[in-house]
Each structure stands twice: as structure tokens, then as C-alpha cells.
């Protein structure tokens, strides 16, 4: 008896997510290049993208912060092979940015720049596509703005 | 065994749709409720135990986003089960017996409006000859229904009595959406989906949370009894006019002297099935909520169930009964008994 190792189930499931509130809030804001995260009572960390609830202290986190476009990238890695389903052509940086004002990094791309230049302090400023969508694809990626780069120390208590 | 008890809790009212929360959102909510209810802070709990399914959330990890909503920093002893928290709630019951911790928290989420649960469920079934099949869970409730009616152990009447009974307890719980009254005669000009099933003989889906504080000692309700059993999940082999899961379950739990009873009825047809499995006498009030066929939550649902006993132990019920299922026909069947502290 020849062995079946191959048969046809298809299967489909199809899915109406809401965002909730609070990512509501966050990507309405990117539509509008703005970026909003949310402060938590307690221990008064920002929190970007924003929680309902603080993650240490289970506090609920109610009070919106506008944050900057700018930061400190606090750690990074350089793409530089291609992999399936990669949206980026390599070599290309893939980055923590610590925005001003924020307590968590933000995940993102440092672009517009030689990657060999990507550093750990390096201050950046987000770089929008023309149309934003709901999304933080939105932000193309973060550049260098020519400030001098951050002290190791200004941002240890974040990596 | 050590004394278990329910010192608290707490469901997020089940709505048709909820938009506004999100996993960690809904967590915290209810296990702050749950715990203050039970008059604890989350220092004090020993063991966390969460039930929900990702299938259900539409996305993956949604169990570990719900974590921000207990705030588990510094790193906390914490287990899942992507089943209904009822099983979360056996686990944890299991994990205060070792003896080590005294106080855990069970907490569970579900949307039934983001996906097809139907559908969803279909997929439990055997992957090989089974679920190429599409079987949904109505379709093998309706086997099972003209199996009890050809046995002359239900009939249609008794069928849509079941949906009235529920739709009227409904009407006094707060936390459940609107439903209307109907009458048997209503129910049964209705027309039938599943024949001999009737639309409105299935649970109806909703979106919710709940989550219940756990103790050793203390006072609170106390789990007289817990048990589980699985039946096989081949429907050709199973008798679908007995439920051997439940009443096993039933018989370890020590279910007698029950004064009411809030049970997981996924169709209207299976409801006088678990009576008789489990042996409730017919004077035994039979989900005093509403029960599940007037909002079942997915992963919920079950937990809500032991909730809903403790509740009715709390406003003067001596002995209550708490049942949560799983799986095509009720395969899967989970009971706790409840009594008064000592
Ligand atoms: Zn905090």
C-alpha cells in the first residue's frame, strides 16, 4: 500500500478585529502624524505604543501623551540577507528608537542614512509617507537629524 | 484535600459586540474586580491561571497581551489553557492543593463578534476524516437531538420549554444582554435550521470576560467537589443519547443535594441530557442566570457557570452545581460543586 502523505483540507477563517480603545486613539493620531502614547499613574512611565493597563503595576493607564518625533536609537541591527515575506531590500537597519519623553523604545527602521552609520545614541527624527494610513508603516523610518549623539548613560535605564 | 474556596467574583457584562476593550483591557478589569471582591491585592496571589483561545481572539499570543492586564512584573508563577477558564480554574485548584500557595487568581476572555465561532469550532474535529467534512457544532447537536427524540427521551416541546425557561431567568440578570420572552408555541412556529433545531436552540454568542479569586481557607463558598472527563471524539463511536463524561464528572464532584444548578448548555436540546447524566433531580433549579443560552461567551462561558453557583451559595443556596462543556455533542465535561463555608 503506497503511504498518503498528502490530502487537500482547506481552511478559512475570516476575522472583524476592532483595535479597541486605546490603539484606536494611537493610530487615529498616526493618521494625522502625530504620535500619542499613554502615561501610567503609578510609576508614571510612557508607554508607546500606548497599554490599557501598565504592565508592572496593572494600573490602568487613562492619560494620553504627545510624544515627539524625535529619539535615541538604543540598539539596532543590520539586515543584511534577504529572508520570505522580508518587505525591505537589505542591507537595512532595523532599530529600538527611544522617543523624547518615552520610557519604552519604539521598534522601527533607520533609514536615509548608510547603515555603517547606524549607532546606539544616534538622535533621530521620523520620516512620514504622504498618506498615512492606520498603521506605524506610516513613519517611512527615522533619520539622523544631526544632533549630537545621545550619552550611554541618558538612556541605559531604557535598553 | 485542602479546603478551596471562591472569595471572589467578577464578569465584564457580555455584550453582542465590545470594540472598546481589548485582551489586557478586559483582563484588568475583571481581576481587579475579583480581587476586591475577595478583599486581596495581586501581592497576594500565589498562582495565576488564565483560559482563553486565539482561534477565538483572531490573532496569536493573545493570552500573553492579557498579561498587562494583571501587571506581571516582577515575573509571576502563571500557566494558560486555551480552553474555557473553567479548566483554568481546575488547574489552579490543583496547583493550591500542593500546599504552597494559598491564594490564586483564574481569569478568562472571549469575542464572539470577531469571528466565526461556528466555524471555529468545526475545526476541533478529527483533522483527517472529520473536519474536511465542515461538520459544525449545530449540525452534530441536531444528530444528537433526533437520537434522544427517536429514544423518546426528548421532544421538540421539551426542546423549546428549555429556550423559555432560560430566556425568562435572563430577564433578571443585569449582566446579560437583552432577550425577549417567547412562548412554546412561538418557539416552535419558528423554522428549523438544523432540523429538528430551531435557530434560537443555540446559545447565544457574546463578548466578556470573567475572572474568579481562589483560597484556601477563608470564607466564601467552598468547592465541595471537582472533576473532568473527556469522551472520544469520534461521534460514530459514542452513544450521543448518554453523556459518560458528565456523569462520571458528576459522581466524583458529589453531585447530590443539589439545590440549583447553573449548567453550559451549547443547544436547548442537551440541557434534559445533563440532568439526567449527572442525576439532578427534577426539583433542582436549572440555571437561575439564564444560563448559556442567553450569552455564551466563548472560553467564558463555563467559568461564569461557577461563578453564577458560588453567587447562589452566597444569597442562601446550601449546595449548587457548576458544569462547563467542550467539544462536539458535549464531549467534554467539567462539574463543581459548591457548598456553604463550614
Ligand atoms: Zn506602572
Redesign the pocket.
Known sequence: MKPVTEFRSPTKLTYTVSAGTVATEFLSAILQRRIVGRR??????VYVPPRPA?P??A?L?EEPVELPETGTVTTFSVVRIPFPGQLLEPPYACAHVLLDGADVPLLHIVGGVDVNQVRMGLRVTAVWYEEPQPTLASIRYFTPNGEPDADYASFREHV | MRPVHIAGFAQLPHGLVDNRHDEGGMVRAVTAAALQEAGLGRDDVGFTCSGSSDYIMGRPFSFVMALDGIGAWPPIRESHVEMDGAWALYEAWVRLQHGDVDVALVYCFGKSSLGDVEAIYALQNDPYTIAPLGLDPMTAAALQARQLIARGLLTEREIAETVVNARRNGQSNAEVPAIETRSVEQLLAQPLVRDPLRAHDAARFTDGAAAIVLTVGGGGPRIAGIDHRIDSMNLGVRDLTLCNSARIAAERAGAHNIDAAELYVPYASQEKLLCAAMGLDPGVQINPSGGTLVAETPMVAGLVRIGEAARLIRSGAKRTLAHATAGPCLQQNLVCVLEEAP
Open positions: 501610567c499613574p503609578v510609576c508614571t512611565k501598565c508592572t503595576c494600573a493607564c
